[in-house]
């Protein structure tokens, strides 16, 4: 390969959560190791692999000029853009301008912006669950009633949307505004065309304005394909705001920096109208390059790289659950780096508590996250966007010490 995806980077001490919480009380982070054991960062969802190196040359051209004042957007942002979601998704030039495309701080900014166009505090709004922690809290704090549609697993283990069961709750409740997360974050869907515009039909009939997070669209193993929501109809287009960053696909969510896509003109100017209102919804100057840089030719070179070496990781973790941890069910993901383990019948037949599960990795070094803040009863998520070599010890520690000790 080109790029270097096996060396092992050393993170500790530069600003890395996924490190230096580990073991700090009042906090998320999963605990310390014992002593003896090094931590093997598998809980937060970023990367241990250094990013394109487009992107530090764009933010050291400009750094380089001794001025960081005021800015507006340049047009080669917009066309960045532009250009990326062409190449892609798909997207059609023709539709798809500068007048489009929004700034947001984040992407759980944006979903707010978004929601509160159409609802206010107070109101029931549809979400999948499993459910990214991020819309839960996102959610909860601005005061909305959250209405989980579970994914269902077919005979083949495939998590699946159950539309009727969305189409009672919508009913029911008279929900109009829902959110929706392609790839899907735990799980790891990417989702087929059908299965769209099965959804979006059931969102057209009840007329809910949907919210779709993409920000894991560039993230696709074994060669699945993202197909945008928005692309699936024109009314699809219509009554969705989708939400894209570079952050995911490139490791930069420390440089904070993601945007929106709404085709809707009336629309778009309640969600921007919104966004305006907290005064701090703006740009930093480096994020703007920082994209720029990431969505050119060679970023588009290295995460073709980046996504083989997160399908050998993925093929090697779900090979090795399925011969070495009887009890422990996981669906293979599509998408994204992230794994969601399911140890239900593992715990029950250990006589053990998915607490008990978590803290035995934790000491070993294997730091990964508590599941059931996704609302997986009894499950673990494990983020594999690490150096195979580190997978691999991972896994060999749960082996010997967790599963199977």
Known sequence: MKYDFTSIMDRRGQDAIALDSLGKPGGF???????????IPMWVADMNFPT??????AIAARARHPAYGYFEPSDAYYQAII???????????ALLTPECIGYENGVLGGLVSALAAVAAPGDPVLVHSPTYIGFTRALKDNGYNIVHSPLVKDEKGVWRMDYADMDAKIKKLKIHAAVFCSPHNPCGRVWERWELENAMEVYRANDCLVVSDEIW???LLDGHKHIPTQLVSEDARNRTV???APSKTFN???LVGSYHIIYNATLRDRVRARSAKSHYNSMNVLSMHALIGGYSPEGREWVDELCQVLSGNVRFACDYIRDHFEGVEVSRPEGTY???????KWCEAHGKTIGEVLKAGWDVGVAWQDGRKFHGPCAIRMNLALPLSRVQEAFHRLDKYVFNA
């Not at 250009?83 to 030039?93: E, L």
């Open 252 to 254: 930069l969510a420390g």
């Open 338 to 344: 992230m794994l969601f383990l399911d140890c239900t």
């Open 29 to 39: 982070a999963p605990g310390a190791p014992k002593e003896g054991f090094d931590p």
């Open 83 to 93: 250009g990326w979601q062409v190449r892609c998704n798909g997207a059609s030039p």
């Open 52 to 57: 394109v190196p487009s992107i530090p040359a």
């Open 242 to 244: 989708a939400l894209y």
């Open 217 to 219: 669209s560039d993230i």
